[in-house]
């Protein structure tokens, strides 16, 4: 794989492309080769959402490839890497990659990545799911994906917004074997989590 272990990213147009944000730069302090896939409605909702511009989100991945180019190396199961995480997952992508109609590279990647029983992780941003939503996330489930909505963890005692984010994150790059330094763990920094032998 290089010298460098590789996560494919895909930013897609749900709410909370912070997540998408946080993860490329958690990606690079780690020294992993990011490959950036960021949908066109992606670039809409960072508008809304960031004062970064795609071009600013493109700068923080060591690789990005158009959503529409199908022939990208994240299209084929022979590029390597340690799987894929889509940070934030709109319930669009996520039907697209379930039904496995893919029609851009970030479906493509993603169906590559379950083929080849690599990590995919999907941060599903939507609220609340109706039945179709979450037969849609069962049927991912038992293909093998790993279905993870950015739910805030309060044990962790976040006291911003970026806490938060940066909690959610962590916990997503640990899915990958991914230790980032932000991350706070119960039983290791968190004092009320620590067991009475490791407060000795
Ligand atoms: C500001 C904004 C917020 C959005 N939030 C969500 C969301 O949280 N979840 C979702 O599934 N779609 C959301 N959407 C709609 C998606 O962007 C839309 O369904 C789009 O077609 C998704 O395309 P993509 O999957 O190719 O990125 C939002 C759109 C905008 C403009």
Known sequence: MGDKPRLIVGVSGASGS???IRALQALRELGVDSHLIASKAAEMTLGYETDLTPAGLKDLADH???PSDVGAPPASGS???LGMLIAPC???TMSEIATGVTSGLISRAADVTLKERRRLVLMVRE???HLGHL???????EMGAVIMPPLPAFYAKPESLADMVDQTVGRALDLFGLDWKPTRRWGED???GRRPSARR
């Open 135 to 141: 037969r849609t996330m069962t049927q991912l489930a």
């Open 90 to 92: 709109s319930v669009r």
């Open 18 to 20: 912070v997540y998408g």
């Open 64 to 66: 990005a490839y158009k």
């Open 127 to 129: 609220t609340p799911f």
């Open 79 to 81: 590029f390597r890497s």
């Open 190 to 192: 968190l004092e009320s």
